[in-house]
């Protein structure tokens, strides 16, 4: 015999704003607990962090199916705000694909946690179907392009850390996440090397060149650090002085686009990193040595680099 589906109620899928924020605390320390790694506790905090900016935002009281499908479209469109996304008025741009996917796994584990700690009877998130996760359209800068940004970068408010930014990003090929999580001791500059920390807590080693090593001892030559301080640091609002984040590199890596009037190719960090492997790729480079570098699990994301090489020949 066939089984009835659980019956889905709304009134059991609720929970207030002011006991989701309690909540969510738990579900970050259960995180710490089971030694989830410091990548995924980020992304944890930061799409919470964001939901309850936006319950807050939109004055709403409880957060349920409702709110959730509200605050995921709100993913979807939130740079179409005249304010800009969650307010700031420097996030003008679309999200990438994946993006939505992912706040909706998170919000879907966050929210199962809940109802197995008793605090909702029935998840708001189960009727609401993942969002389909395309992959990027990859498209590399051109060499105009990054002459652009390397001329852009050295004329900022912060000259010697943002070209420092730029050309580490392109020797390097590194993650956001990666390049925000590296401290001075990570950093071997006689060696020209760097310890990276990337998914499933696995540390690799990545090269750069020496216009790089150049500009990242011109950057740290006035401004001497411990070998446990982040290597670059923030420069506006409240974390200044504090390490990088992602979106403070994401917005970063925006206002230089924006500068160097670059409006045919998406300016944001993981574009730096298409142009890394395709650049190695077309410099004769193996795929093999290039999943390494990049610390890909598997083949399959690195082949979409081949294919894009191919493409531009």
């Known amino acids: 015999m066939r089984k009835t589906p659980p019956r889905f109620t709304v009134s059991e899928a609720e929970i207030s704003a002011s006991d989701l924020r309690r909540a969510a605390e738990g579900w970050l320390l ?31 009281d409880v957060c349920g199916v409702n709110e959730l ?14 304010r800009g996304r969650w307010g700031n008025p420097r996030m003008k741009r679309p999200v990438r694909p994946r993006t939505v996917h992912t706040y909706h796994g998170h919000l879907r584990t966050l929210f199962r946690w809940l109802v197995a700690e008793g605090m909702v009877e029935q998840s708001p998130m189960e009727p609401i179907a993942p969002p389909v996760a395309r992959a990027d359209q990859i498209q590399p800068f ?5 002459q652009s940004l390397i001329a852009t970068s050295s004329r900022t408010t912060h000259p010697k850390r ?5 050309l580490f990003l392109l020797d390097s090929g590194v993650r956001a996440s990666e390049l925000c999580g590296i401290t001075m001791r990570d950093l071997d500059m006689q060696g020209r090397r760097c310890t990276v920390l990337g998914k499933g807590n696995k540390h690799r080693s990545v090269c ?7 500009a990242i001892w011109n950057y740290l030559r006035e401004d001497p650090r411990e070998p446990n301080d ?29 500068a160097a009037r670059i409006d045919r190719t998406r300016c944001s960090p993981h574009t730096f990193r298409h142009t890394f492997a395709v650049t190695f790729l077309r410099n004769g480079g193996n795929v093999f040595t ?12 690195t082949n979409r ?6 493409r531009l020949m």
């Open 30 to 60: 259960d995180g710490d607990i089971r030694q989830h790694s410091s990548r995924t506790q980020g992304n944890r905090r930061e799409i919470v962090e964001k939901l309850l900016w936006f319950l807050d935002d939109q004055k709403l």
């Open 69 to 82: 499908r509200r605050f995921l479209a709100y993913v979807t469109r939130g740079h179409e705000d005249p």
């Open 142 to 146: 051109t060499e105009p392009q990054i």
């Open 162 to 166: 943002d070209e420092a930014i730029v």
């Open 208 to 214: 750069f060149g020496k216009s790089t090593a150049r």
């Open 230 to 258: 982040p290597l670059f640091l923030s420069d506006r609002g409240e974390t200044s002085g504090e390490p990088l984040t992602r979106s403070g590199l994401l917005q970063l890596v925006e206002r230089l686009g924006r």
């Open 290 to 301: 290039l999943q390494q570098i990049l610390g890909h699990t598997s083949l399959h994301m």
């Open 305 to 310: 680099y081949v294919a894009v090489k191919n």
